[in-house]
T-cell receptor
């Protein structure tokens, strides 16, 4: 982890469209790449993760892609629905100290 | 299983008062973490522990102390609370990264207001 940046900080998409959030990191020792979702007033919860020996992982409408050479990974949400409105955080992990990105607030527009 | 439990869930303090937040996990996790989250902000790491009897500083450790006397508990202390410490505090735990997963499991959060 160490320096972790997320882009964009806010994202608005029309319901049914796709959303992509990118996370870049500086620690080359990172080997676990999760995405957490935090709904308003709730605790963060893991929605998808990937390890460094895999380039892509998909779970229904969500997917994560990893480019370890470029030190970034992305969250992809397809066919967005109102319940996807939340804040999403990345937290790449290579050792004990887990640093989170600043988050991306996703708004799904009707 | 209760998972990760934080107490108290809400607390109001006056400037200069002290308090302790307790985090308890029943998943036999080695790693435990304390984060703070300010309105509209991300999660910032305060302190963490990689096992019983160990603690380490995170991104924003000043004004806080921690202890991990038992594997299942991780205490966060504020010796002299300041208004800047008004925040929601989250505790989290995980297995070692070498295990099947590195997922963090969070408590429900503790909302602290310092007047």
């Amino acid at each position: 982890g160490e320096n972790v940046e997320q882009h964009p900080s806010t994202l608005s998409v029309q319901e049914g469209d796709s959303a992509v959030i990118k996370c870049t990191y500086s620690d080359s020792a990172s080997n676990y790449f999760p995405w957490y979702k935090q709904e308003l007033g709730k605790r963060p919860q893991l929605i998808i993760d990937i390890r460094s020996n895999v380039g892509e992982k998909k779970d229904q409408r969500i997917a994560v892609t990893l480019n370890k050479t470029a030190k970034h990974f992305s969250l992809h949400i397809t066919e967005t629905q109102p319940e996807d409105s939340a804040v999403y955080f990345c937290a790449p992990r290579g050792d004990d100290k887990i640093i989170f990105g600043k988050g991306t607030r996703l708004h799904i527009l009707p | 299983n209760a998972g990760v439990t934080q107490t108290p869930k809400f607390r109001v303090l006056k400037t200069g008062q002290s308090m302790t937040l307790l985090c308890a996990q029943d998943m036999n996790h080695e790693y435990m973490y304390w984060y703070r989250q300010d309105p509209g902000m991300g999660l910032r790491l305060i302190h963490y522990s990689v096992g019983e009897g160990t603690t380490a500083k995170g991104e924003v450790p000043d004004g806080y102390n921690v202890s991990r006397l038992k594997k299942q508990n991780f205490l966060l202390g504020l010796e002299s609370a300041a208004p800047s410490q008004t925040s929601v505090y989250f505790c989290a735990s995980s297995e070692e990264l070498a295990a099947n997963t590195g997922e963090l499991f969070f408590g429900e959060g503790s909302r602290l207001t310092v007047l």
